[in-house]
C-alpha cells in the first residue's frame, strides 16, 4: 500500500491519514510530495481525481480524502475496530470526526497548520470558540 501525503508539518491531512496508518500498523509505503510543485499534480493524476493528498493505492484500490483513507484501513484492516462498537458511542465518534473534518473555520483560516511556528497571534472570537470546543473534545 503507498500512502501519497504532503508535509507532516503543514499538511493537517496528510497527517490524519498518516497517523490511521501508522498506529494500525498496517504496512505501507510513505511517498512525500512537495506541495505546490508541478511533480505533486503529475505524480498525482494517476491517483487521485482530486489531485490533493493524502491519496491510497492499495493494489487495484485507490481512496483519496482523509476521512474516506480512515474508513478504508479501519473496513479493510482492521474489521470495523477503530470506531467504538456500540451504536450511540460510534454515533457520537463519527459526529466528533465530522466535526473535525468539516468544521473549525476559525482555526483553520486563522491558524493554518504549522506545527513548528513560534509566533504571537490575535484570534478572534470565532477562532476561540473553535478552541474551546476543540478542548471540549
Ligand atoms: N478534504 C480533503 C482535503 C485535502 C487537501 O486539501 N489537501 C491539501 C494538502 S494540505 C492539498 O493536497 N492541497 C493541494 C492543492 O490544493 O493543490 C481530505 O480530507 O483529504
Redesign the pocket.
Known sequence: MQLYI?NKN?????L??WIMLAKSEVKFEEVKLL??TSE??QRLEKVTP?????AVVDGNVKV????A?CEYINDAYLSGSAWPELARQKAEARAIACEM?SGFNGVRNEMPMNIRAKRKIVLSEHAKNDILRIQQI
Open positions: 504532503g503543514y499538511s493537517s491531512w496528510s490524519r491519514a506541495l505546490g505533486f499534480y482530486t489531485h490533493k493528498v493524502p483519496w480524502d482523509s476521512l483513507i473534518h
